[in-house]
């Protein structure tokens, strides 16, 4: 792991969960939809040793064209709505809820994609970092950000992903 004046470079090949995420993001990319990956996710992604099925990512509001674009290249990618169709995505988001996106047949991993909604996400969103994966971006909410959110959630799992010196990019 390297931290550069452009980001973060990590130099190990993507996972599975990894490759979801990349994969999603690389569809948000090409439809020029700013989003930032968020939660518990950024700690795994820097090494913490613990099992997630979901990755969080808040994105921009967009209208209903862009929500189709991004349904259909999401379907032609080989992804689907386990949760409700991937055509309901714009009515979904645009209630303030979670559309849940995982490869076609699967429940678990999925990506939980959701619009910002409050300052939390706005901060996430505004200040976002780019990572780069293997030789692929992605954009994560700033890494101070995610560990004060971490602490402020309170659970046990919350507690550790912050205070693990691998989620915050130092040795053990």
């Not at 409700?84 to 209630?95: F, N, V």
């Not at 996400?121 to 692929?136: C, F, H, Q």
């Amino acid at each position: 792991m390297e931290f550069t004046d452009d980001g973060v470079v990590i130099d190990k090949p993507p996972n599975d969960l990894d490759r979801l995420v990349l994969d999603v993001v690389s569809i948000l990319d090409a439809l020029e939809i700013e989003y930032a990956v968020v939660s518990g996710y950024v700690a795994v992604l820097f090494g913490r040793s613990r099992a997630t099925e979901d990755i969080d990512v808040i994105t921009e509001r967009f209208g209903e064209e862009t929500a189709r674009a991004l349904a259909t290249e999401l379907r032609e990618a080989g992804y689907w709505g386990p949760a409700m169709p991937l055509s309901d995505l714009h009515e979904t988001l645009r209630d303030d809820l979670p559309i849940r996106i995982a490869e076609d047949g699967h429940r678990v991993p999925n990506v939980e994609l959701k619009f910002a909604t409050d300052r939390d996400d706005r901060i996430s969103l505004e200040n976002a970092i780019t990572v780069t994966l293997g030789d692929e971006p992605l954009r994560v909410g700033s890494l101070e950000f995610q560990i004060a959110y971490k602490l402020d959630m309170g659970a046990q799992k919350d507690y550790e992903d912050a205070l693990s010196p691998r989620s915050r990019g130092t040795k053990p």
